[in-house]
Structure formats: structure tokens, C-alpha cells
């Protein structure tokens, strides 16, 4: 588990398996979509910027924030 800010709004990363969701610490909802990775996550950490970095098997991975959505009206 990593908390971390997205969007402005802080949000805990969890994994569960291959997984990894984000939610929002505000209202505990999903906000991101999930990440899948090719072996189960050994450990999470946050880093500067918003990253995020994951263990699984014997690779790392650091997740850059994903550029904020715009809604059209």
C-alpha cells in the first residue's frame, strides 16, 4: 500500500495479486482504472511527482500519473 496524490486529490494504491487499484481517500472509490502486472506485486512505494513504484518478481516498475481528463460539455 503507497498513498499518493492524483489529480489533486490523495488516493491510496493497493495490489492485490497482479493488480493494483487506486481509491480515492475521500470518498473510498475507485478512481483509476487497474493496472495489471505480469507477476504478482511484491511491494509498492510512493516517489516524487505523484509516482508510484512496484515490485513484482525480480523487476521494478515506476508509474508516472496518468494526464488528468478533460470532460466536454
Known amino acids: 500500500m503507497?498513498?499518493?496524490?492524483r489529480n489533486g486529490r490523495p488516493v491510496v494504491a493497493t495490489a492485490q495479486g497482479q493488480s493494483l487499484h487506486f481509491v480515492d481517500l475521500v470518498t473510498g472509490r475507485t478512481v483509476e482504472d487497474t493496472y495489471l502486472f505480469p507477476l504478482p506485486v511484491g511491494a509498492?512505494?510512493?516517489?516524487p511527482g505523484g509516482r508510484l513504484v512496484g515490485s513484482f518478481g525480480p523487476e521494478v516498475a515506476v508509474l508516472r500519473p496518468a494526464p488528468s481528463r478533460v470532460e466536454q460539455h
Open 44 to 47: 509498492l512505494g510512493a516517489a
Open 2 to 5: 503507497a498513498i499518493t496524490v
